[in-house]
């Protein structure tokens, strides 16, 4: 790859990768036990979870068929290389004029997986004008519609700002970590109350998120979809997209 043409974007967001496209035949198994698929795929991770969130979810993507890749997975991860390769200057940039406070993005892509229609969460929080921690993880269990997907990517999202809450208040004064969502419907069910029991996985993150709100730990507000950063977490981005994501999270050149 180190010839290789590079490209503006790490995942092809026409593209979503599946079982289905693990290797055709033995002629092709036999090619992929060739191609050091899951050592690519293990630096990849490394990067993108220390230095570069912009590549996180097309490496989860890939991260996922390191038992029986195919060739399309095999392409995708050279992509990113492809990507990373056009982008060596790019790195995480904090700024002692950017805000100190720990803010917050959840944020679901309902039914993404193509296999088992599991849904995607991500979540980015950011502190001096960059990113500090960031996730991207398929969830657990299939969401019945878009609003507990965002509901449960929520749940994640608060667990992570808890975590931050008990580390700064050993510095600072303890505040409430203010939490972006861009789902209406899960917003108005962790403040309002306006909750339809259905299953027990939802009914647990319910009283979890109602009780942390309720006891100031956390604060949510609705942010527009265009200016998620988390957006970027949880589905591949056309180029325009991918390079506002870059900024929203503080990657630069």
Request: with cysteine.
């Amino acid at each position: 790859m180190a010839d290789a043409k590079p490209v503006s974007i790490p995942a092809d967001p026409s593209v979503r990768l599946g079982k289905s496209m693990g290797p055709n035949g033995p002629e092709e198994e036999a090619e992929m036990k060739k191609v050091p698929f899951k050592e690519a795929v293990g630096c990849l991770s490394f990067t993108a979870q220390v230095t570069r969130p912009d590549i996180s979810y097309a490496v989860n993507a890939v991260s996922q068929f390191c038992s029986n890749p195919g060739r399309q997975h095999w392409e995708a991860v050279k992509k990113i290389i492809r990507y990373l390769k056009g982008t060596t200057t790019n790195k995480l940039e904090y700024s002692k004029r950017g805000s100190s406070e720990l803010v917050g993005f959840s944020d679901a892509d309902w039914g993404g997986d193509p296999d088992n229609r599991r849904s995607t969460t991500g979540y980015v929080f950011t502190m001096q004008g960059g990113a500090i921690s960031w996730n991207v993880k398929k969830q657990p269990t299939v969401a019945l519609s878009s609003c507990e997907a965002e509901y449960m990517a929520l749940s994640r999202t608060i667990q992570e700002a808890m975590w931050w809450t008990n580390l700064r208040s050993q510095i600072f004064e303890e505040e409430p970590v203010l939490i972006h969502c861009d789902n209406q419907g899960a917003i108005s069910i962790a403040g309002n109350g306006a909750y339809n029991p259905r299953t027990k996985h939802v009914s647990i993150r319910y009283h979890f998120v109602h009780e942390s709100l309720k006891e100031g730990a956390v604060k949510v507000k609705y942010i527009p979809t265009t200016d998620q950063p988390a957006d970027g977490f949880t589905k591949p981005l056309a180029v325009q997209k991918q390079q506002q994501f870059c900024k929203l999270v503080g990657v630069t050149d």
